[in-house]
């Protein structure tokens, strides 16, 4: 299969939209409130949180859905089950970022908004964890799905 980046870059922007609504509905009382635009949107800035931390999710959507597309073109298998099981890797990698983020995140060296820990583990414990994997297969299965369908393929 070849790359088809405008396909991964629609793939991206569909994945990120559906995990962005998973989170906005996520903020419900019995839900764990799974924030990455607030927590990308305060990145520059203590006081507030600006439109930055979505411009910058789905940016880094697209980003990492090229990096699907081009698993999915050396990997000759289903793409929607590969997409899932790069969505557990993209949230290994990314979750264990979190850990990090103190380090230059002005938000959470200011005490603006809390530090999450690695995995988010340390602002919303286990829930917090299962809820970032969860986001991050559904964004894979989506990424698969819509890259599936624009290309025509669902077979790497």
């Known amino acids: 299969m070849e790359i088809n980046i405008f ?3 629609i793939a ?3 994945g990120t939209a559906v995990m962005t609504s998973m989170m906005l ?3 419900k009382p019995t839900l764990p409130a799974v924030d990455a635009h607030g927590i990308l949107g305060y990145m520059r ?3 507030h949180a600006s439109s930055l931390g979505y411009i910058m999710h789905f940016v880094l959507g697209m980003i990492f859905a090229i990096g699907y597309a081009i698993v999915f073109a050396l990997i000759p298998v289903n793409i929607i089950l590969l997409g899932a099981g790069l969505g ?3 949230w290994l990698i990314v979750g264990w970022m979190f850990a990090l983020a103190p ?3 002005a938000g959470m060296l200011a005490g603006t908004i809390e530090e999450t820990g690695a995995y988010m583990l340390k602002s919303l414990g286990i829930t917090g964890f299962f809820a970032g994997l969860v986001g991050h297969i559904i964004f894979g299965i989506v990424v698969g799905l ?3 369908l ?3 393929s669902f077979s790497g």
């Open 88 to 90: 557990v890797i993209h």
């Open 45 to 47: 800035s203590a006081e």
């Open 12 to 14: 991206g922007l569909a």
């Open 150 to 152: 624009t290309v025509g």
């Open 103 to 105: 380090m230059a995140h």
């Open 7 to 9: 396909a991964a870059v």
């Open 25 to 27: 509905g996520g903020k």
């Open 146 to 148: 819509v890259y599936g």
